[in-house]
T-cell receptor
């Protein structure tokens, strides 16, 4: 089955800097790659996604890049703010019949003022 | 604004007891999911239903049994809980079988003594 590896288990940046979280996946059939944010003591919240028909997507300060050849995708958070501090999970799905997601292990992002 | 509701928030029980968790979504989605998030924050899909039909049934112990009465409700029963069942159980919903953005509930934290 699909495996998703999230390369940074922790990441610390200064407020205003950019943060980059990298993920790789194993199954070339995967076509949907969402990112979720989990703040301390809270549940998961969708932040952005990308599908395999594009290689870049931006939503305000969030940019997702997809490299299908390398089976790699990344989340870029620009102009970070303290409220960006959270656990970020990447995920991949190859199943258009069920929407089943395979999650990475999460990256704890700390934005220091 | 919460649109995926889970009860109870917390549950503490003894090994061997039976527990039931409930989930309801008011988003009009037709697919619902159960995830398990362990103490290391690792997320694993357990089950998924689409319009009351089981469409994802991962390899979980047989003491776990989901049930869906209609597309807005999804329950999870655990017969004879074990210490390794201690975790947060997250319910989510999405539009269609996707893959699409999933909306997560606040979770039910189970502690097995």
């Amino acid at each position: 089955g699909e495996k998703v590896e999230q390369h940074e288990s922790t990441l610390s940046v200064r407020e205003g800097d950019s943060a980059v979280i990298n993920c790789t996946y194993t199954d070339t059939a995967s076509s949907y790659f969402p990112w979720y944010k989990q703040e301390a003591g809270k549940s998961l919240h969708f932040v952005i996604d990308i599908r395999s028909n594009v290689d870049r997507k931006q939503s305000q300060r969030l940019i997702v890049l997809l490299d299908k050849k390398a089976k790699r995708f990344s989340l870029h958070i620009t102009a970070t703010q303290p409220e960006d501090s959270a656990i970020y999970f990447c995920a991949a799905s190859m199943d258009t019949n069920t929407g089943k997601l395979t999650f990475g292990d999460g990256t704890v992002l700390t934005v220091k003022p | 604004e919460t649109a995926v509701f889970q009860t109870p928030n917390y549950h503490v029980t003894q090994v061997g007891n039976e527990v039931s968790f409930n989930c309801k979504q008011t988003l009009g989605h037709d697919t619902m999911y159960w995830y398990k998030q362990d103490s290391k924050k690792l997320l694993k899909i357990m089950f998924s239903y689409n319009n009351k039909q089981l469409i994802v049934n991962e390899t979980v112990p047989r003491r776990f049994s989901p049930q869906s009465s209609d597309k807005a409700h999804l329950n999870l029963r655990i017969k004879s809980v074990e210490p390794e069942d201690s975790a947060v159980y997250l319910c989510a919903s999405s539009y269609g079988t996707g893959p699409y953005e999933q909306y997560f509930g606040p979770g039910t934290r189970l502690t097995v003594l």
